[in-house]
């Protein structure tokens, strides 16, 4: 037990001005913390959708290049079958993350 030489009523007043004062910070972090992903909504997205263009070109290259590599790849070569199965796969992983 602890012994407060205090009047009940005094210490639910001040309970409530303390709970008052939070109450109110609260609201005023809440306040603060909305308006930053707000603020930042619009230039984010615009920054990974650009990224994700980036990407997607990138990728569009690789498939691009590894088939023309398949193209012109020689028959003649000892190491044809490898060249080729290495092109293949190599497009089809790139088209995989596009």
Partial sequence: MLYLPIESQQIEKIICILGNKRN???????????????????????????????????????????????VKTSVSSKFFFFDAVTHVLTAIASSGFT
């Fill in 24 to 70: 109110e910070q609260g609201k005023r972090k809440a306040r603060n913390m909305t308006l930053s992903p707000k603020s930042l909504a619009g230039p984010g997205y615009i920054i990974l959708n650009g990224i994700r263009v980036m990407n997607v070109i990138g990728f569009l290259a690789v498939i691009t290049a590894s088939v023309v590599m398949l």
